[in-house]
């Protein structure tokens, strides 16, 4: 997948091979925006960033970002701006949401070769972690904590500031 110099794309699949405007052998452009939103493949799987090569711009301000979910608004699971020449990242991303959001940022100055990233699909988890959690009424002895999640139950654990073992919340 070759993204946009600027525009929204849309695909769904999983093993991609996603690369910025200049393609896999060229320089991407200046002053663009561009976001591609893959969704996986299948029913019940989610997207996953397996890594990859970027080189960003060092006299400009150009980004990748990449979000949980079809929208920029969702969880930022990676970023990155300049690079210093060329960075390869070897990670594994999951998007407990299914879909994922590459948005490609670049100002009008300076370019460079740009990235290749790789994607993959793999299921859902069954128990998604907790979102959207805070805690208030803090207190010596208590705090409540709260959350939003789709599980049926959580195991919760704390432990005191500078105390290295956990305890569980029964």
Same mark, same amino acid.
């Given at each position: ?6 525009g929204?794309?849309? +695909?769904?699949?999983? *093993?991609? !091979?996603?690369?910025?405007? *200049?393609? $896999? ?7 663009? &925006?561009?976001?591609? +939103? +893959?969704? $996986?493949?299948? #029913?019940?799987? @989610? /997207? ?9 711009? #060092?006299w ?24 210093? *020449?060329? %960075? ?10 299914? $879909? %994922? ?9 300076? /370019? ?7 994607t *993959? ?11 959207? &959690?805070? /805690?208030? !009424? +803090?207190? @010596?002895?208590?705090? #409540? ?15 005191? #500031?500078? /105390?290295?073992?956990?305890? @569980?919340?029964?």
């Amino acid at each position: 997948i070759i993204m946009r110099t600027n525009g929204d794309t849309t +695909v769904t699949g999983c *093993g991609l !091979a996603i690369y910025d405007n *200049g393609g $896999p052998a060229g320089i991407y452009s200046s002053s663009s &925006v561009s976001k591609l +939103v +893959v969704y $996986p493949s299948g #029913q019940g799987n @989610a /997207v996953t960033f397996r890594g990859g090569t970027i080189d960003l711009s #060092q006299w400009s301000n150009d980004a990748l970002y990449i979000y949980e979910g079809d929208t920029t608004g969702g969880t930022p699971l990676f970023s990155c701006t300049y690079t210093g *020449g060329t %960075m390869t990242i070897d990670t594994l991303i999951v998007s407990e949401l299914g $879909p %994922m959001t590459f948005l490609f940022v670049t100002d009008f100055y300076d /370019v460079a070769a740009g990235y290749e990233l790789f994607t *993959g699909c793999t299921p859902l988890p069954s128990c998604l972690r907790p979102r959207n &959690v805070t /805690v208030s !009424a +803090v207190s @010596a002895n208590s705090a #409540q904590v709260s959350w939003t999640g789709s599980a049926l139950s959580y195991n919760v654990f704390y432990r005191e #500031q500078g /105390v290295g073992s956990w305890t @569980a919340l029964t």
